[in-house]
């Protein structure tokens, strides 16, 4: 199982600490390093810093939005870095929800998901491979523009730039069972948002028809610390945000997954308190029990334990949400 470093997206500002924790996971021979996006810092640009500050450690996004960019877009974007870095670049992308992609992103979240993401995997393949001009007539991308509203003069193009890599992987992340199950067909890896090592299940049957070599790397929050209880509380507080803020009462994809990995009462009790705006509340009602299993904290040796149960499933690689150089360094030494 490798190891990559998460550091997902800025708060009110960019973080000192990104760069110097890149170049600590690059030094203790970490695959990868990942950047992600949500309303405020874009992952691609994050990356590009931390690509000319180090050499060897790969680069991913995880997520890049669909909605923020056209297919052809993000393919721009991961071909030029990857030709910066040295083809360093794994491509991670996501749908979102329609709280992020109707009212961020101004424009109608799609009617059918799983047809949105495969058309725009199929251009972007179509980028990378560059063996001839983008042709699709999709649902929801059409490659020239056909729209009622079309001029006609749109030229089926294929990019300048010669992509250095025709295979350069895409990672999706999905949560749903038919949306996981796409992905093991159209993509080369999936990002987990939770994985919990305990409840195998939960994804068997969507991973079923995964082919030889596909990654699964899901994220998880590494702390190393004498106190479990308090160290939890930085997960906790992350699940309440996400079940609780991130998407509509109605439609939210995180507590819809909370709720199949068995805390449906609980997920639904977060939703309601957050959305009350109690959101202290809805942390501390986060149940200990779901942070402890889908993240390694504690003193070094409980997770040490805990660490074995990553590597008996289907993990390829195990991104860490770690804050700091010590977590980055004990979780080194223990998956050597």
Known sequence: MRLGLALGYWGRG???????????????????????????????TPLTWIAARTSTIRLGTAVAQMAARSPTTTAMHALTLDHLSGGRVMLGLGLSGPQVVEGWYGRAFPKSPLTATREYVDVVRQVFRREAPIEVNGRFHSHPYRGEDATGLGKALKPITHP?????????????????A???RIADGWLPLYWSPNRPEVYEASLAEAPEGFLVA????????????????????????????MGHAARNFHADLMARMGYEEQARRIQRLFLEGRREEAVLAVPDAFADEISLVGPRERIAERLESWRKGPVTDLLALAPDRQSLRVLAELNA
């Open 14 to 44: 960019p973080s000192p600490d990104h760069v110097p924790l890149a170049q600590e996971a690059e030094r203790l021979g970490y695959h990868s390093v990942w950047t992600a996006e949500s309303w405020g810092s874009d992952a691609f």
């Open 164 to 180: 250095l890599r025709a295979d350069l992987p895409i990672l999706l992340g999905a949560e749903g069972p038919k949306n996981i």
């Open 182 to 184: 796409q992905t093991t």
């Open 218 to 245: 899901p994220m998880a929050q590494v702390r190393v610390c004498d106190d479990v209880a308090e160290g939890l509380l930085p997960v906790k507080t992350m699940l309440g945000f996400y079940i609780g803020g």
